[in-house]
T-cell receptor, first 119, second 115 residues
Framework: KAGVTQTPRYLIKTRGQQVTLSCSPI?????VSWYQQTPGQGLQFLFE???????NKGNFPGRFSGRQFSNSRSEMNVSTLELGDSALYLC??????????????????FGEGSRLTVL | SQKIEQNSEALNIQEGKTATLTCNYT??????LQWYRQDPGRGPVFLLL?????KEKRKERLKVTFDTTLKQSLFHITASQPADSATYLC??????????????FGKGTKLSVIP
């Protein structure tokens, strides 16, 4: 079956602009998590959505937001972009919430990421 | 403060040897720990999960140990091959109270297997 699809793969923005990234999870997966990856900080958790509800949130400012649609597709938005927002943004899907290991490994299936450069 | 440390940013090893990667943590009470592999320009790929009450897990040439007393997980690749060259990430899942939880990743160790 098709994997996690993220669009766009690459984008360049300038400071102050906003950006919207999209993630289509694996069919049947209801949980979508977003991560920011930078060389200095590694993978940092942004938020997790399950059945259109935000279930968990990391320590990022309110400029970072997301949503999930009824078909489990998710978008994340970053407003008023700053230079430090340049990063690889990864989306991951799973069958259930991260903590629910019943009959599964809690495996996250990651997309290829959206590489954001802020100038 | 909570911290996850992977032993080194980079590890070079000769082909055929066993690679051992370390993941240490402080101020976590993990319910489980996962290991992922990440190739350049790609998203991480899940390898193994080990629960808090398990000491060891194996999958083909991979072995993971989990010592909650030492607060450490070791990840071994036996008979390493150049194709094993990648960055390996550990991730800890823990409950943070009031029904909340977190899955926290280490910064990774870049493994290079030299032919």
């Amino acid at each position: 079956k098709a994997g996690v699809t993220q669009t766009p793969r690459y984008l360049i923005k300038t400071r102050g602009q906003q950006v919207t990234l999209s993630c289509s999870p694996i069919s049947g997966h209801r949980s979508v998590s977003w991560y920011q990856q930078t060389p200095g900080q590694g993978l940092q958790f942004l938020f997790e959505y399950f059945s259109e509800t935000q279930r968990n949130k990391g320590n990022f400012p309110g400029r970072f937001s997301g949503r999930q649609f009824s078909n489990s597709r998710s978008e994340m938005n970053v407003s008023t972009l700053e230079l430090g927002d340049s990063a690889l943004y990864l989306c991951a899907s799973s069958q259930s919430l991260a903590g629910a290991l019943i009959a599964n490994t809690g495996e996250l299936f990651f997309g290829e990421g959206s590489r954001l450069t802020v100038l | 403060s909570q911290k996850i440390e992977q032993n080194s940013e980079a590890l070079n090893i000769q082909e055929g040897k066993t690679a051992t990667l370390t993941c240490n943590y402080t101020n976590y009470s993990p319910a489980y720990l996962q290991w992922y592999r990440q190739d350049p320009g790609r998203g991480p790929v899940f390898l193994l999960l080990i629960r808090e009450n398990e000491k060891e897990k194996r999958k083909e040439r991979l072995k993971v140990t989990f010592d909650t007393t030492l607060k450490q997980s070791l990840f071994h690749i036996t008979a390493s091959q150049p194709a094993d060259s990648a960055t390996y990430l550990c991730a800890l899942f823990s409950y943070s109270g009031a029904g909340s939880y977190q899955l926290t990743f280490g910064k990774g160790t870049k493994l290079s297997v030299i032919p």
